[in-house]
T-cell receptor, first 118, second 113 residues
Framework: DTEVTQTPKHLVMGMTNKKSLKCEQHMGHRAMYWYKQKAKKPPELMFV???????INESVPSRFSPECPNSSLLNLHLHALQPEDSALYLCASSQESSGGLSSYNEQFFGPGTRLTVL | SQKIEQNSEALNIQEGKTATLTCNYTNYSPAYLQWYRQDPGRGPVFLLLIRENEKEKRKERLKVTFDTTLKQSLFHITASQPADSATYLC????????????FGRGTSLIVHP
């Protein structure tokens, strides 16, 4: 299985709601990532988990809270978001985040969750 | 600061021609460079990786070159097809050697039948 799955595909939420995005991979990858992508912009790294531990937090506001329950799952909990947080949220995985001997971090992306905050 | 530049204007070409996309970077000495394809509303899909000590890499109709002196990579699609229409992103490893790629904004390719 060489797929990263994400649910839901679309999410509309109000600024006072609490919701979660989910990501799953069964490739045995030990690094998992959350990216945010606005239209016509590159994916921007938000968080990196390496071996189920948070290794990078790119100064993301606390209204975004990541969680890695096990090596196959990654969640992003959302609370009190702003309309400017509306974007495509992408999950990715790779062999590892520290660049082993040959992988150089080819990233496998999920299809994304299109989030709209009203 | 480090910068990755890809042409923001769409590239329009006729079917059968070779498409050439450019990725320039400044204030970087990347260990590798990757190219991804992204379709609208979808996640990027990895295509090719080229290391700093490699000049050229090929995969089927795709060819990537990496010139560390010019700080530029060229991405070629030969015998282009309408199905090749997508946005193509280049990505370089982040400064400091974390090996996590940083993405350019991508160039849209439109192949006309």
């Amino acid at each position: 299985d060489t797929e990263v799955t994400q649910t839901p595909k679309h999410l509309v939420m109000g600024m006072t709601n609490k919701k979660s995005l989910k990501c799953e991979q069964h490739m045995g990858h030990r690094a998992m990532y959350w990216y945010k992508q606005k239209a016509k912009k590159p994916p921007e790294l938000m968080f990196v988990y390496s071996y189920e531990k948070l290794s990078i937090n790119e100064s993301v506001p606390s209204r975004f809270s990541p969680e890695c329950p096990n090596s196959s799952l990654l969640n992003l909990h959302l609370h009190a978001l702003q309309p400017e947080d509306s974007a495509l949220y992408l999950c990715a995985s790779s062999q590892e985040s520290s660049g082993g001997l040959s992988s150089y971090n080819e990233q496998f992306f999920g299809p994304g969750t299109r989030l709209t905050v009203l | 600061s480090q910068k990755i530049e890809q042409n923001s204007e769409a590239l329009n070409i006729q079917e059968g021609k070779t498409a050439t996309l450019t990725c320039n970077y400044t204030n970087y000495s990347p260990a590798y460079l990757q190219w991804y394809r992204q379709d609208p509303g979808r996640g990027p899909v990895f295509l090719l990786l080229i290391r700093e000590n490699e000049k050229e890499k090929r995969k089927e109709r795709l060819k990537v070159t990496f010139d560390t002196t010019l700080k530029q990579s060229l991405f070629h699609i030969t015998a282009s097809q309408p199905a090749d229409s997508a946005t193509y992103l280049c990505a370089l490893d982040s400064p400091g050697g974390s090996y996590i790629p940083t993405f350019g904004r991508g160039t849209s390719l439109i192949v006309h039948p």
